[in-house]
C-alpha cells in the first residue's frame, strides 16, 4: 500500500515537472527546493518505518525465560486447523535425545532470540510444547518451522520425526529455510502430547526460534510453500535474472569503458546475486567460517557498487564518498575476517547505508535536473531501494520480526532491472538522435559547404579586387612619376618660344627616357619579389643601347645573391628609379668612358654602388632636384644615399640598404 | 640559302602601324643582304602570302587588327620550318615574348631600337643567334629543370622554381644541357655574351646559338605541353606505339 501510495505521488510530482518546465529559470530554483523535500521525506519515510517496526519488536519481546512455565498446561491443537505454538519450554544445552521432565525447563514466549538471553552462546536448545489433543488426527499432520536458526530437529512423543539435515558441525545452515515435518497419525496419542524442538546454532547468525505451528499437513505445506519462495526458490530465480542482467551491462561496459557507472553496476549485480546465492545455500562447499565470510563481503560489495553507481550516475566524480566505498571495499573483508561478529556485519551494512543513501540522493537531484523521462524508472528504483534497505537493515540490527523476510534480494534485482529499463531507455533516445542527426547532418554539411564556398569566392573576389587596386596604385604612381612626366617635358620642349630653336636632341633623350622608364616598368612588374639581381640585369640589359651609343664601357661586378627580404615590388621599384637616374647622370654629365656596377650583401646591408671615372660632381650639386629626389627615395626604403668621391677622380653613388627589417634601426643609427 | 650565296634574304614584315611598317620596311631595304619579300597591315593577306610561298624571315607584331600574330607564327612554323621568325615588340616584355618563343619564334626586336641594329638583329638570327633578355632567362630557368643525373654546375645559379599551375606541364621537361643551363644562369645575372664567352671559355656565335637552341627546345616544349594537356583532358587519343 504505502509503495503504491509513493509511486502515485512520485508519478504526480513528474507531470509536475513536466508542466513547469518551459516556465524559465525562475520555476527552477522553486522545483529544486521541492525536490530535495522530496528526498528528504523518502529518507525519513524509511526511517520512520523502521523505527515503527522497531516499536513494535520491542513490545513483543518485553518477556524473556522464566521458571514459572514449567507446570503450565497444556496447549489444545485445533483438529481441522493450524494452532501456532509461541509459548514453549527451553533448556539449554543438554544431549541430542529431549531432556527429561525433571530437568530445569525454563518457560519462554517465542520468537526466543538467543541473542537476547544468552549472548555469544552457541551449541544446542531444545523447546519443549505440551499440547493435547481431542482425537487422533486421521490425515497426515505437520509441524512447521518459519525461522528456526541455524538448523532444527523435530521430536514428537519422544522420537526423532524426520531427518532436516546435519544436527553436528558442519550443521546445514537451514537458518532462512521453512523447516516443515510430517508427524505420522501414529506418532500422536489422545490426550497430552509432547513435541520438542532442538535448535543448533552455525556461524555468524541470529539464532533463536520463531513461534512454530502444528496443524494438518496439507494446510502447512501450501505455508510452507509460501515462504519457501520468499526465501529460496524465489531468490535463486531472481538470482539468475540478475546474473543474466549483470552479464549483459558488463558486456555493455566492456564495449564502452566510458560508461563507469553500467560497469559499477553490472559488477554489482554480479557480486550480489553471486553473495545471496551463497548466503541461501544450505550445504556450504568450503569451511563454514570462510563460506559465511565470503557470502557476506561478496554482497557487501556488491552494494557498495551500487553505492557507486549512483555517485556516478549523473557523470562526473564525487571524490570523498567514492573514496569511502574504495575504501570499505578493502576494509570490508578485512574487519569480516579480523572480527567475525554479526555486531561488525551491522557495522557495515550501517556504514553501507549510509554512503548509499547520499548516492540516492546526489542521483535523485541529477535526475531531477536532467529530466529525461528514463529518469522516472530510476527513481522508482531509488525509492524502492530506500524502503527495502531501511526495512533489511531493521532485520540486521534485530529491531525487527525474527522470522521477516528480507525485501533486497527481490528489490535489488528489480531496481537493476529498472536501471536496465533506463539504460535501454537512454540508448534508444541516443540512437534516435542520431538518426535524426544524421538525417539532417548531410543536408547540413552541403549546406555549410555551400557558404563556405560562397564566402571563400566572396574572400578570393575581395582579395582579386584589392591586389587589382593596389597594383592599378602602383601603374598609377608609376605614370605619375616616371613614364608620364617624360611626355609632357617633350612636349614643353618642342612648344618652344617662337623664334628659338627646338632642341632636338634633348625632345629625343626624353622620349627615350620615357620608352625606358616604361620598359623598366614593366620588368619591375614581372620581378620575384626580392629578385635584386634580376632588377640589376634586367636594368644593365635595358641600358645597354644608351651605354654602347654612349660608348661607355660597364663592368659588372654582380653577384649571385639570395632574395632580398625587403624587396617588396614597391621597394624594388623605388630601387630602379634610384639606379636608372644614377645611370642617367653618369651617361649625360660625367662625361665618363667606364662604369662600374657593384653590388654586395655583408653584414646586414645591401650595398650597390655606381662608379664612374667622369669629371666628377660639382660642389654644391647634392642639392639639385633631382639628386634629392633620389635620396629621399632611398629613405622610403629605409636606405642611405652618398655621394662619394674617389681620390682617382669621378664619382661614387652608393646605395646602403638594410638587408631585412631588424637591420634598419643598425643602419639608421649608424646614418 | 646560305650565307655563301650572294642572295639577299628574303623578308615579309606584319605590322599594322603604318609609321612602324616603313620604318622596318626602310630597315630592311637599306640593308644590301636583306630583301623586302613582302609587307602586310593585317593577319589575312599575310597568311595567304604564306599559304603560297615562304621566306626566310618574319617579322610579325603580335597586335593585329584582325587577330593575333601568334596564329602565323604557328602556321609559319608548321608550313616554313625553314623560315626564321622574330616579333616585333615594344617592351620585350616576359609574358609576350614567351609567347612567341613558344609558338615558334627565334627572337624579337624592340619597335623603338635603332634601325642597323633591327637588320643586325635579323642577320643575327640568319647566323645562328637570338636575342634574350635577363628577364626571360629567368623566366626560363623557372620553368626549366635540368635533365636528371646532372650534377649542379660549379656556378651558381638562381634557384629553379617551377611557376604555378605548372605542375602537369613539368610532367614533359625541357632537356637542358649543363652549359646551356649555364649560360642560361649568367644571362640570368645580366653578363653580356662577351663576358659569359670570356667565363666559359667559348665564342660570343657559340653563345648565341645556345640560345637559339633552348628557344627551338621550348617551342617543341610547349608543343608536348600541348599533346601531353590534350590527352589528358581526353582530346587526344592516349600516346602509345603506332604502326
Request: proline share 6%; charged share 15%; with cysteine.
Amino acid at each position: 500500500m504505502g509503495d503504491a501510495a509513493t509511486i502515485r505521488a512520485m508519478n504526480r510530482w513528474w507531470h509536475h515537472v513536466q508542466h513547469e518546465r518551459g516556465r524559465g529559470q525562475g520555476a527552477s530554483g522553486l522545483l529544486r527546493m521541492v525536490w530535495r523535500w522530496w528526498c528528504w521525506c523518502l529518507c525519513a519515510l524509511g526511517l520512520s518505518g523502521a523505527l515503527t517496526v522497531h516499536a513494535a519488536h520491542h513490545a513483543h519481546h518485553a518477556e524473556g525465560p522464566h521458571a514459572q512455565a514449567a507446570s503450565s498446561p497444556p496447549v489444545p491443537l485445533n483438529l481441522s486447523g493450524v494452532t501456532v505454538l509461541d509459548e514453549a519450554c527451553v533448556i539449554v544445552g543438554a544431549g541430542i535425545r529431549p531432556p527429561d521432565d525433571e530437568a530445569a525447563w525454563l518457560h519462554t514466549t517465542l520468537p526466543h532470540l538467543w541473542s537476547s538471553t544468552h549472548p555469544g552462546y552457541q551449541g544446542t536448545m531444545w523447546y519443549r510444547f505440551r499440547v493435547r489433543l481431542a482425537a487422533v488426527p486421521a490425515d497426515t499432520w505437520a509441524v512447521y518451522l518459519p525461522r528456526a536458526v541455524m538448523n532444527a530437529q523435530v521430536w514428537v512423543n519422544g522420537s526423532a520425526v524426520a531427518y532436516t539435515g546435519s544436527m553436528s558441525d558442519p550443521v546445514t545452515r537451514h537458518w532462512y529455510t521453512p523447516l516443515l515435518v510430517n508427524v505420522p497419525s501414529s506418532a500422536w496419542t489422545v490426550g497430552e502430547n509432547i513435541i520438542y524442538v532442538r535448535v543448533v546454532s552455525g556461524q555468524l547468525r541470529r539464532h533463536g526460534l520463531a513461534p512454530i505451528q502444528a496443524g494438518p499437513a496439507e494446510q502447512l505445506v501450501a505455508r510452507q510453500q509460501q515462504r519457501s519462495w520468499m526465501q529460496a526458490d524465489g531468490v535463486l530465480v531472481a538470482n539468475i535474472a540478475l546474473l543474466a542482467l549483470g552479464v549483459l551491462m558488463a558486456i555493455i561496459w566492456l564495449r564502452d569503458r566510458d560508461q563507469v557507472a553500467v560497469g559499477y553496476i553490472s559488477a554489482a549485480a554480479l557480486m550480489w546475486s553471486v553473495g545471496t546465492s551463497v548466503m541461501v545455500a544450505p550445504n556450504p562447499i568450503s569451511p563454514v567460517l570462510l563460506w559465511e565470510n565470503l557470502a557476506f563481503f561478496i554482497t557487501a560489495w556488491g552494494l557498495l557498487m551500487i553505492c557507486l553507481y549512483y555517485y556516478r550516475h549523473g557523470g562526473g566524480r564525487v571524490i570523498w564518498p567514492e573514496r569511502l566505498a574504495q575504501l570499505m571495499i578493502v576494509v570490508v573483508p578485512a574487519a569480516a575476517l579480523i572480527s567475525p561478529t554479526t555486531r561488525t556485519q551491522v557495522l557495515v551494512y550501517c556504514a553501507i547505508y549510509a554512503l548509499a543513501m547520499g548516492g540516492f540522493l546526489r542521483a535523485a537531484m541529477t535526475i531531477a535536473r536532467q529530466r529525461h523521462p528514463e529518469g522516472l524508472w530510476l527513481l522508482l528504483g531509488i525509492a524502492l531501494m530506500t524502503l527495502a534497505a531501511s526495512h533489511d537493515l531493521l532485520i540486521e540490527l534485530g529491531w525487527s520480526q525474527f522470522d521477516a523476510v528480507y525485501l533486497l534480494p527481490f528489490v535489488a534485482p528489480l531496481n537493476v532491472c529498472l536501471i536496465f529499463i533506463s539504460l535501454a531507455g537512454e540508448f534508444s533516445r541516443s540512437r534516435r538522435a542520431l538518426r535524426d542527426l544524421n538525417r539532417t547532418l548531410s543536408a547540413r554539411v552541403a549546406q555549410r559547404e555551400h557558404e563556405l564556398r560562397d564566402s571563400f569566392a566572396r574572400l578570393a573576389a575581395m582579395e582579386r579586387a584589392q591586389a587589382v587596386s593596389a597594383e592599378r596604385s602602383r601603374i598609377l604612381k608609376d605614370m605619375h612619376d616616371g613614364v608620364g612626366a617624360h611626355p609632357s617635358s617633350a612636349l614643353r620642349q618642342l612648344q618652344a618660344p617662337a623664334g628659338q630653336a627646338v632642341d632636338l636632341p634633348m625632345v629625343t633623350q626624353t622620349l627615350r627616357d620615357s620608352l625606358d622608364q616604361l620598359k623598366l616598368s614593366i620588368d619591375a612588374m614581372q620581378l620575384q619579389p626580392g629578385d635584386v639581381v634580376g632588377l640589376l640585369a634586367s636594368l644593365r640589359f635595358r641600358m645597354t643601347p644608351r651605354l654602347k651609343a654612349a660608348g661607355i664601357d660597364l663592368v659588372w661586378d654582380v653577384p649571385e645573391m639570395p632574395s632580398w627580404p625587403m624587396g617588396t615590388p614597391p621597394a624594388l621599384r623605388q630601387l630602379q628609379y634610384i639606379l636608372f637616374e644614377a645611370l642617367s647622370n653618369a651617361l649625360q654629365h660625367a662625361g665618363a668612358t667606364r662604369l662600374v656596377l657593384m653590388a654586395r650583401q655583408t653584414e646586414g646591408r645591401l650595398t650597390l654602388s655606381l662608379i664612374d671615372n667622369g669629371v666628377g660632381m660639382p660642389p654644391g650639386s647634392e642639392q639639385g632636384q633631382g639628386l634629392q629626389g633620389m635620396v629621399g627615395r632611398a629613405a622610403v626604403i629605409g636606405g642611405q644615399l652618398e655621394f662619394v668621391r674617389p681620390t682617382q677622380g669621378g664619382l661614387e653613388v652608393r646605395l646602403t640598404l638594410p638587408w631585412q627589417a631588424s637591420d634598419w634601426s643598425g643602419l639608421s643609427s649608424a646614418a | 640559302m646560305s650565307l655563301t650565296t650572294a642572295d639577299p634574304w628574303r623578308v615579309v614584315i606584319v605590322e599594322d602601324n603604318a609609321h612602324t611598317r616603313h620604318f622596318l620596311e626602310q630597315c630592311v631595304v637599306q640593308n644590301p643582304q636583306l630583301r623586302l619579300a613582302g609587307s602586310f597591315g593585317t593577319l589575312s593577306p599575310a597568311q595567304n602570302w604564306f599559304a603560297r610561298q615562304g621566306a626566310d624571315l618574319l617579322l610579325v607584331d603580335l597586335g593585329l587588327p584582325d587577330g593575333s600574330g601568334l596564329t602565323l607564327l604557328r602556321q609559319v612554323q608548321q608550313r616554313w620550318p625553314a623560315c626564321d621568325m622574330l616579333v616585333v615588340s615594344m617592351f620585350g616584355d616576359e609574358e609576350n615574348v614567351v609567347a612567341s618563343i613558344e609558338a615558334g619564334a627565334v627572337g624579337y626586336v624592340h619597335k623603338d631600337d635603332e634601325a642597323t641594329d633591327i637588320a643586325e638583329t635579323l642577320l643575327a638570327v640568319k647566323r645562328g643567334a637570338s636575342p634574350i633578355s635577363p628577364m626571360i632567362a629567368r623566366h626560363l630557368l623557372r620553368r626549366m629543370r635540368p635533365r636528371e643525373g646532372i650534377e649542379a654546375t660549379a656556378h651558381p645559379v638562381p634557384e629553379p622554381t617551377p611557376a604555378v599551375g605548372r605542375s602537369a606541364a613539368d610532367a614533359v621537361l625541357v632537356a637542358l644541357s649543363p652549359r646551356e643551363q649555364e649560360v642560361l644562369a649568367y644571362i640570368a645575372r645580366g653578363f653580356s655574351y662577351a663576358e659569359i664567352a670570356r667565363q666559359q671559355g667559348i665564342t660570343v656565335h657559340t653563345v648565341q646559338t645556345y640560345i637559339k637552341k633552348l628557344y627551338g627546345k621550348l617551342a617543341v616544349h610547349s608543343r608536348s605541353e600541348a599533346v601531353y594537356e590534350a590527352s589528358r583532358l581526353g582530346l587526344l587519343a592516349p600516346l602509345g606505339p603506332t604502326n
